[in-house]
């Protein structure tokens, strides 16, 4: 579009290219959005969201499984680091591969965007992989599933954002569920330390940043999950190895591995395959619904995860895991209502004082009759 402006004659002419004429590749594609070669732009706005569901429930229960498997592994714990290297490299590779099966492979968001986001995937991801050499798998989870809170700060500070009533409840809601979770872990897990609380704590900061950072460039500059997995990674590969070879950790690291290939390097494989699968689906979702509601469908497949990691995994347990898992379900229920008002009318408390009424004069009608 050409506008074009004469000061002496004070007009604008406007001219408008005809349809076949490609106006700009950030234009043209605005409405495509491809998830492992799923067109889902030709689908509606529900069947894009189930898809999207699907797609990340089905995987990620799968990466949660074998990653908690990994750790399981005797003497492993002590290399959180490397594994997300290796997940790093896994991830980037996965990227450039999808990449090259789409038309147009131009970086779309600036390399300065994506040195900050791939700072904090690392953040996210290691701190993470990180603290479950401190803590049992659950509480990392439940600690995550309470991202809300801090993405909500992020939304705030980063976009401006306003939320209701309903969401600062959910945000309570889960706070309390968090603590009572932690002080049951505390309590009878052997291996809890407070070290795991505040890295997962840091993770959990980083996460809810990232959420909203990804959110705002990839709308700006209508980039693809490709691009946006394969330079944040790639890069944030680069942060960590020079991390690890500064502090001498990745010479141990690769000597272990070395002797248990299958149970690490296999093992990792398949684990950073379900892990790329199921971030695309994230991706898509933050791209169309936005971060929260991204970010509530990942909480709800957090609390399936951990039920069934008391399933396959040996662990301590107690009644009051329940409690405070079911307060932060309620803080997600809070959340989804928040987001669906207009769809989901509940009851207030003067329509159920009315309908007591209504319904005891009935019965005293009835009775007089």
Same mark, same amino acid.
């Given at each position: 579009?050409?506008?074009?402006?004469?000061?002496?004659?004070?007009?604008?002419?406007?001219?408008?290219?005809?349809?076949?004429?490609?106006?700009?590749?950030?234009?043209?594609?605005?409405?495509?959005?491809?998830?492992?070669?799923?067109?889902?732009?030709?689908?509606?706005?529900?069947?894009?969201?189930?898809?999207?569901?699907?797609? $990340?429930?089905?995987?990620? @229960?799968?990466?949660?499984?074998?990653?908690?498997?990994?750790?399981?592994?005797?003497?492993?714990?002590?290399?959180?680091?490397?594994?997300?290297?290796?997940?790093?490299?896994?991830?980037?590779?996965?990227?450039?591969?999808?990449?090259?099966?789409?038309?147009?492979?131009?970086?779309?968001?600036?390399?300065?965007?994506?040195?900050?986001?791939?700072?904090?995937?690392?953040?996210?991801?290691?701190?993470?992989?990180?603290?479950?050499?401190?803590?049992?798998?659950?509480?990392?989870?439940?600690?995550?599933?309470?991202? @809300?809170?801090?993405?909500? @700060?992020?939304?705030?500070?980063?976009?401006?954002?306003?939320?209701?009533?309903?969401?600062?409840?959910?945000?309570?809601?889960?706070?309390?569920?968090?603590?009572?979770?932690?002080?049951?872990?505390?309590?009878?897990?052997?291996?809890?330390?407070?070290?795991?609380?505040?890295?997962?704590?840091?993770?959990?900061?980083?996460?809810?940043?990232?959420?909203?950072?990804?959110?705002?460039?990839?709308?700006?500059?209508?980039?693809?999950?490709?691009?946006? $997995?394969?330079?944040?990674?790639?890069?944030?590969?680069?942060?960590?190895?020079?991390?690890?070879?500064?502090?001498?950790?990745?010479?141990?690291?690769?000597?272990?591995?070395?002797?248990?290939?299958?149970?690490?390097?296999?093992?990792?494989?398949?684990?950073?395959?379900?892990?790329?699968?199921?971030?695309?689906? $994230?991706?898509?979702?933050?791209?169309?619904?936005?971060?929260?509601?991204?970010?509530?469908?990942?909480?709800?497949?957090?609390?399936?995860?951990?039920?069934?990691?008391?399933?396959?995994?040996?662990?301590?347990?107690?009644?009051?895991?329940?409690?405070?898992?079911?307060?932060?379900?309620?803080?997600?229920?809070?959340?989804?209502?928040?987001?669906?008002?207009?769809?989901?009318?509940?009851?207030?408390?003067?329509?159920?004082?009315?309908?007591?009424?209504?319904?005891?004069?009935?019965?005293?009608?009835?009775?007089? $009759?």
């Amino acid at each position: 579009m050409d506008l074009k402006f004469n000061n002496s004659r004070k007009y604008i002419s406007i001219t408008v290219p005809p349809k076949t004429q490609t106006m700009s590749p950030h234009i043209k594609s605005i409405d495509d959005i491809v998830v492992l070669g799923i067109n889902l732009s030709r689908f509606n706005k529900l069947t894009q969201f189930f898809i999207c569901v699907a797609g $990340v429930f089905v995987f990620y @229960l799968i990466y949660g499984y074998l990653q908690e498997l990994i750790f399981s592994m005797e003497g492993f714990k002590s290399y959180g680091w490397y594994l997300t290297l290796v997940q790093f490299a896994f991830y980037s590779i996965f990227g450039l591969i999808e990449l090259q099966l789409i038309q147009d492979k131009r970086r779309r968001i600036p390399g300065k965007t994506y040195m900050i986001i791939a700072f904090l995937t690392v953040g996210t991801m290691g701190l993470s992989n990180t603290s479950l050499g401190y803590l049992n798998y659950p509480t990392q989870v439940i600690f995550k599933c309470c991202k @809300l809170i801090p993405v909500m @700060l992020g939304g705030v500070f980063i976009q401006g954002k306003r939320y209701n009533i309903a969401d600062v409840s959910a945000a309570v809601c889960m706070s309390l569920g968090l603590i009572w979770f932690t002080l049951a872990d505390s309590t009878i897990a052997p291996n809890f330390n407070l070290t795991g609380v505040i890295l997962i704590s840091l993770a959990l900061c980083a996460d809810a940043v990232i959420g909203n950072v990804q959110e705002k460039a990839m709308k700006l500059h209508n980039a693809s999950n490709s691009e946006m $997995v394969l330079y944040s990674y790639s890069i944030g590969f680069v942060y960590i190895l020079l991390g690890l070879t500064c502090t001498s950790g990745l010479g141990p690291a690769v000597t272990f591995c070395s002797k248990n290939p299958i149970q690490t390097y296999g093992y990792a494989f398949l684990f950073s395959l379900t892990g790329y699968f199921g971030i695309s689906f $994230v991706l898509a979702l933050i791209k169309i619904f936005g971060a929260l509601l991204a970010v509530t469908v990942t909480t709800g497949r957090k609390a399936m995860t951990i039920v069934l990691s008391f399933m396959f995994f040996a662990k301590p347990f107690t009644f009051q895991y329940v409690w405070s898992g079911l307060l932060v379900v309620l803080g997600i229920f809070l959340n989804v209502y928040s987001k669906n008002m207009d769809k989901i009318r509940l009851p207030s408390l003067y329509d159920l004082i009315n309908k007591a009424v209504e319904m005891r004069k009935s019965r005293t009608l009835a009775q007089t $009759v």
